[in-house]
């Protein structure tokens, strides 16, 4: 009995000597109750306080003032001019420039929402509601409020970003596994082209997966593509090379498979979490918030819902477009360099090939 408990401390003393060297479980063991605290603690919250609003027409400053004295009202107007009309309030909508526009030039004035962002959407018709007939409420690109209308461009986006950081890292660090990516390193081969000939079959396969998920939610739940095919194209490209520089990046920085889902879901959670996927932005306390600007999930989804919901042009769409770009070169431009140094002759930091158990 007394040897098989000191068997027994022997072998809690050896795992305990294991996680302490293995930094990336330590992580997922510490690191992710606290960030899962943190986000839902301050991120979960479905109430928008901050409604950016425009009033046009000709009683334009009279209503702004009135609006953003009612009791409880979350209304912040941010433009108003007294020389638009209706179609004003529906390009401002639709530019994604304001949440909730009001035309006065109509008795009584009408307040166009923007029935894309759901949750805006719900908190404003809450409150106009509160004031009676002394306001018309139109609800535009999602008249009937549907969750699927809104989350189906969000999920594309998703599973773009499984398929670029997970499934690529997952298929990268095998060929490590088993000395493909070390043979590489004798042969008259560009990393860049490497990584390009390696990230190829998942670009396609990811745009596949992209089309096939946008069809669907077309026809199973009726979700409208108002938008152009051409500006959609190049939002899902450039987040693809974004998602795809996270695979590579990951693959990089591991040595076999466990560690590439461990690394790739510290990026992955925080994009569903705090991209607007779920929480809308507008709800997360800027103490939490900053972070979703630096996810690219965040861009792709504006580029989605405002081209499949709101029909916005390209010049509409150009903040989003070009912080993918920016994280496009810099995230892929840095795996393909951390690729590099891996694919380096005589470095001794170089990976060495493993069999999987």
């Known amino acids: 009995m007394r040897s098989n408990l000191k068997s027994m401390r022997a072998m809690i003393l050896k795992e305990f000597r294991e996680l302490r060297r293995d930094h990336r479980t330590m992580g997922m063991l510490i690191g ?34 009135q609006v953003e004295v009612i009791a409880q009202a979350p209304f912040d107007v941010v433009e108003v001019d007294p020389g638009g009309n209706a179609a004003t309030a529906e390009d401002l ?79 990268m660090v095998k060929e490590k596994q ?59 490209g450039l987040f693809l090379f974004v998602v795809l520089g996270l695979g590579v990046f990951v693959s990089t920085i591991s040595q076999n498979v466990g560690q590439a889902i461990q690394t790739a879901f510290f990026f992955l959670l925080p ?15 800027w103490g939490v918030r900053w972070i979703s600007y630096f996810l690219p999930l965040t861009y792709f989804t504006m580029v989605s819902q405002g081209v499949m919901l709101r029909g916005a042009p390209l010049d509409a769409l150009w903040f989003p477009l070009i912080m993918l770009a920016i994280m496009a070169v810099v995230i892929f431009t840095g795996a393909v360099l951390r690729f590099r140094r891996n694919l380096a002759p005589g470095d001794g930091r170089r990976s060495k090939p493993k069999v999987s158990a």
């Open 32 to 65: 992710m109750p606290v960030l899962l605290l943190v986000v839902f603690g301050y991120a979960a919250n479905f109430t928008v306080d901050n409604v950016p609003t425009a009033t046009v027409g000709p009683q334009a400053e009279q209503v702004a003032q």
């Open 93 to 171: 909508l639709q530019r994604d420039s304001v949440d909730v526009a009001i035309d006065t030039g109509q008795q009584p004035p009408v307040a166009y929402i923007d029935g894309s962002s759901l949750f805006t959407a719900q908190t404003s018709i809450a409150a106009f509601n509160r004031l009676g007939d002394q306001v018309t409420v139109e609800i535009l690109f999602n008249p009937e409020l549907k969750t699927s209308w809104v989350m189906v461009p969000a999920i594309i986006g998703l599973i773009l970003t499984f398929i670029g950081t997970i499934i690529t890292s997952i298929g």
């Open 271 to 285: 994009q569903i979490l705090l991209s607007g996927f779920i929480f809308p932005l507008e709800a997360i306390p």
């Open 178 to 236: 088993t000395g493909t990516i070390e043979q590489l390193a004798v042969m008259p081969i560009k990393p860049s082209t490497v990584i390009l000939g390696k990230i190829l079959p998942y670009f396609l396969l990811a745009t596949l997966d992209m089309v096939l998920v946008t069809v669907l939610g077309m026809v199973l739940f009726d979700v409208p593509f108002n938008g152009s095919v051409g500006v959609f194209a190049i939002g899902a």
